[in-house]
């Protein structure tokens, strides 16, 4: 069970408008807003609706911030993620919770984005304040549908995700 207010919006109100430019106003408004999150994250998405076929975001995130390992599979959808600020670690399983990979990117360096498939299971963990990726998916969103999570990964909120993000770090 999530610990996490309901009252608290998990994303920001997409910017108005046929062309938005990306600023530092809009990252520093995201990296706000995830500081004053329960969840320590927030989305400012830039499509206007679930309904959008192609769905872009900042994605605000802060070090103690947990996001479930998930994969996307109904319908089977790849993610690309491109780090403007700040840094993380990101991992993918195996279908038993193990570790395949793990990757370190940090933004402005020689390893800076991820692209990973549908169908894998994935997290990532901010490993500097104020980390800000830009996350393309394709769409429609449905909230039923959009994530698979793994079963084997403790829920937000639940007992065990400092654990479980501890022990991940202490790999990568």
């Known amino acids: 069970m999530s610990t996490v207010p309901a009252s608290y919006p998990r994303a920001l109100k997409p910017p108005t408008g046929e062309l938005v430019t990306l600023t530092d106003n809009l990252i520093d408004a995201a990296i706000f807003a995830s500081r004053e999150s329960p969840r320590k994250r927030i989305i400012l998405p830039f499509h206007d609706g679930p309904e959008n076929t192609l769905h872009r975001m ?29 840094a993380l670690t990101f991992y993918t399983f195996h279908e038993d ?10 933004a402005g360096t020689a390893s800076f984005g991820i692209d990973v498939k549908a169908g ?22 449905s909230p039923a549908t ?26 990568g």
């Open 58 to 86: 900042l994605n605000a995130v802060q070090p103690s911030s947990y996001i479930r390992p998930h994969r996307h599979l109904d319908p089977p959808k790849d993610e690309a993620l491109v780090l403007l600020r700040g």
């Open 97 to 106: 919770g193990t570790v395949n990979e793990i990757s370190r990117v940090k």
């Open 120 to 141: 894998v299971f994935h997290t990532f963990v901010a490993t500097e304040p104020d980390t800000v990726v830009f996350e393309v998916k394709p769409g429609p969103w």
């Open 146 to 171: 959009d994530k698979d999570f793994a079963t084997w990964a403790p829920d937000e909120g639940a007992e065990g995700c400092d654990e479980f993000m501890d022990r991940l770090l202490r790999m």
